[in-house]
């Protein structure tokens, strides 16, 4: 790898409790960020005359979050007003999905929503591949990289991944997609924060980064097109996604009854596949956290609150399963995402 390959990927350092904030940034003003896919409702409140809170239902009004720098941990998203508990904050839709490789006909190829009785198929030319749609205009926002995706030859790219179990190539490879049709700015991922890449890491990457350049050289696909398609630029993406990516596990049924239910435990069996998010990639960890995001029927991310919450406290969700004790979230946390958990729960021993 280039040295200024080296020298973007390198991190001395991984923020404690932060998942994506790319420090090295101004950080965007919140209407720029809750613009980019993102819908919000939330719930506004007042003080009674005892002197509690009580939280009641905002029909409308501006987002009820924002995204500032907290004091050891980069960025951070806050709440703007009180926040009830149980309350649907935001949903936000994915930057880059892409189904699990053992569901490639069972889940909607755009939306991850799992197949029922009337998917529209789209055939998929150079690997004969067929794909399935939930719906027509899921069909139609995929014309753009399906169209780009269906003229390559993905057969080593794929058995390479598939092979040895990497997951995270399949979304580097839509990305790639998107971004020659022109639905997607190559620099889409730039503002997240990317994780440390070692020397261990670089040969694996560099054989898949070759399989991905061999298949766009073979469709002919003009050099215009393809320039941004260098091993700096694969090796960022790769970065971002291995630290930003959410493995998408939906639930079906109603809201009510996703609340009740495991939806959030990292070992359930519903898993569709992966996505990036803009918003939600901004939320830092907490092991006794007060949101979590919950997936429905399709990749749509919807960030709930798990108990009320204050105007301007911060809003952490817990990236791994919180049932675990604090020896194995540790653990996972350190291996996963690079950093040692110091949240309240952690610091107390439970």
């Not at 939906?250 to 959030?264: N, P």
């Amino acid at each position: 790898m280039s040295s200024v390959a080296g020298s973007v990927l390198r991190r001395s350092a991984r923020p404690t409790l932060h998942r994506a904030a790319a420090l090295s940034r101004s950080p965007p003003s919140s209407s720029s960020l809750l613009s980019t896919s993102t819908s919000v409702s939330g719930q506004s409140g007042h003080v009674a005359s005892g002197g509690a809170e009580v939280y009641t239902p905002a029909a409308s009004g501006p987002p009820p979050i924002r995204v500032s720098m907290t004091e050891s941990s980069g960025r951070g998203v806050f709440a703007t007003r009180p926040i009830g508990a149980g309350d649907l904050i935001h949903t936000a839709s994915p930057m880059v999905a892409h189904p699990s490789a053992s569901l490639l006909h069972k889940v909607c190829y755009k939306c991850l929503r799992r197949r029922g009785s009337g998917e529209i198929p789209a055939l998929s030319g150079s690997n004969d591949n067929v794909y399935y749609f939930c719906s027509e205009k899921c069909r139609e926002r995929s014309k753009g990289f399906l169209e780009v995706e269906s003229r390559l030859n993905w057969s080593a790219y794929e058995n390479h991944c598939k092979e040895r179990g990497l997951k995270y190539p399949f979304l580097v490879k839509r990305l790639a997609c998107m971004v020659v049709s022109g639905t997607a700015s190559e620099d889409c991922l730039d503002i997240l924060q990317p994780d440390s890449i070692y020397p261990e890491m670089m040969r694996e990457m560099e054989e898949e980064f070759e399989l991905l350049k061999l298949a766009f050289v073979k469709a002919t696909i003009e050099d215009a097109l393809m320039a941004f398609l260098t091993k700096h630029w694969y090796f960022g993406v790769l970065a971002r996604i291995r630290i930003n990516a959410f493995r998408v596990e939906t639930v079906g049924g109603s809201y009510e009854d996703l609340l009740t239910s495991a939806s959030s435990s990292v070992a359930a069996d519903s898993a569709v596949g992966n996505a990036i998010y803009m918003l939600p990639s901004f939320y830092n960890h907490d092991c006794d956290p007060n949101a979590h995001i919950i997936w429905i029927d399709n990749a749509a991310a919807k960030l709930k609150a798990l108990r009320n919450i204050e105007a301007d406290e911060e809003l952490r969700i817990c990236y791994i399963d919180a049932s675990m004790d604090r020896e194995a979230r540790q653990s996972l946390l350190s291996t996963g995402f690079g950093f040692e958990c110091n949240c309240c729960r952690c610091m107390s021993g439970d």
